[in-house]
Nanobody, 125 residues
Framework: QVQLVESGGGSVQAGGSLRPSCSGS????????MAWFRQAPGKEREGVAA??????TKELDSVKGRFTISKDSKNTLYLQMNDLKPEDTAMYYC????????????????????WGQGTQVTVSS
């Protein structure tokens, strides 16, 4: 069983920065592709950014140039979020899969098998 734990969310003003992280554990913890998703109240969950085992990334158009996904040697996942906007307000979730994911599908929630509980990001204007 895989456990994913996010941390590093918070409340900031527009233009500010946050860097949530996600660490995983468990005997079945394997990662090939890892991703961040978000869900705002009343909206569907959407993929924000993903990274595969080769370091190939994919980002949602609305966050390109502002958000950067990365991971370290321990497969701790990060999301550097700069120039935050009120519309970035959401619960942010990390997700992983031990399977390779085609780049075109990296932001699809159905591609991922393990999910964290989420960390709240609130951006005020």
């Amino acid at each position: 069983q895989v456990q994913l734990v996010e941390s590093g969310g918070g409340s900031v003003q527009a233009g500010g920065s946050l860097r949530p992280s996600c660490s995983g554990s468990g005997s079945s913890y394997r990662t090939d592709t890892m991703a961040w998703f978000r869900q705002a109240p009343g909206k569907e969950r959407e993929g924000v950014a993903a990274i595969d085992s080769d370091g190939i990334t994919k980002e949602l158009d609305s966050v390109k140039g502002r958000f950067t996904i990365s991971k370290d040697s321990k497969n701790t996942l990060y999301l550097q979020m700069n120039d935050l906007k009120p519309e970035d307000t959401a619960m942010y979730y990390c997700a992983t899969t031990s399977e390779w994911v085609n780049w075109l599908r990296m932001l699809r929630a159905s591609m991922y098998t393990s999910w964290g509980q989420g960390t709240q990001v609130t951006v005020s204007s």
